[in-house]
């Protein structure tokens, strides 16, 4: 059974950065890309860019290019997601997908505050 | 990018109605188009791919139809577990898009 776990809730300072996990078992890590997806209070989802875990290929939303960093540790089957020089733009719930969009991580909120 | 306009925002139905969502593409996706459901607290669950899979373990009365820039998702007869957003997504070009959420409530 594919289950993708996300690391916990985050509360950090604007300015600051944060490095968000994802941790995939159930299936072959390298088998599908993974994607990351914004999703805004209570508002609609925005694709942020996957990364391909077999050879560390990255495709970003030009939007979030100088903001998120993708990343992969194929010895633990984990992506990251490094969110940079946070605003409060950037509080959301933050969601790692696999499996052409089939298999998704619980979601990790992200608040930016001082 | 490729604007995603969905329709309508909010829909109200009664148990055992039919409904149906739309999502219109601002250019031919050519079929990538899949559909979510998203209820409160949960992440979003993947019912349709690529327009009209069934995504397994779904129940037959969620159906999606489609193509070019025209796409609707259909529940055949309204069930109560079935209140929830519902998102649509084309992953036919980056970067991909989702249209702004269809929430469905029993009237």
């Known amino acids: 059974q594919v289950n993708l776990l996300q690391s916990g809730a985050a509360l950090v300072k604007p300015g600051a950065s944060v490095k968000l996990s994802c941790k995939a078992s159930?299936?072959?890590?390298?088998?599908?890309?993974i994607h990351w997806v914004k999703q805004s209070h209570g508002k609609s989802l925005e694709w942020i860019g996957y990364?391909?875990?077999?050879?560390?290929?990255?495709n970003y939303n030009e939007k979030f290019k100088s903001k998120a960093t993708l990343t992969v540790d194929k010895s633990t089957n984990t992506a990251y997601m490094e969110l940079s020089r946070l605003t409060s733009e950037d509080s959301a719930t933050y969601y790692c997908?696999?499996?052409?969009?089939?298999?998704w991580g619980q979601g990790v909120m992200v608040t930016v505050s001082s | 990018d490729i604007q995603m306009t969905q329709s309508p925002s909010f829909l109200s139905a009664t148990v055992g109605d039919r409904v149906t969502i739309n999502c219109k593409a601002s250019?031919?996706?050519?079929?990538?188009l899949n559909w979510y459901q998203q209820k409160l607290g949960e992440a979003p669950k993947r019912l349709i791919y690529?327009?009209?899979s069934l995504q397994t373990g779904i129940p037959s009365r969620f159906s999606g139809s489609g193509s070019g820039t025209d796409y609707t998702l259909t529940i055949s007869s309204l069930q109560p577990e079935d209140v929830a957003t519902y998102f649509c997504?084309?992953?036919?070009?980056?970067?991909?898009?989702f249209g702004a959420g269809t929430k469905l409530e029993l009237k």
């Open positions: 997908t696999s499996g052409y969009g089939r298999d």
């Open positions: 159930g299936y072959t890590f390298t088998d599908y890309y």
């Open positions: 990364i391909n875990p077999n050879s560390g290929y990255t």
């Open positions: 250019q031919n996706i050519n079929k990538y």
């Open positions: 690529n327009t009209n």
């Open positions: 997504l084309q992953h036919n070009s980056g970067p991909y898009t």
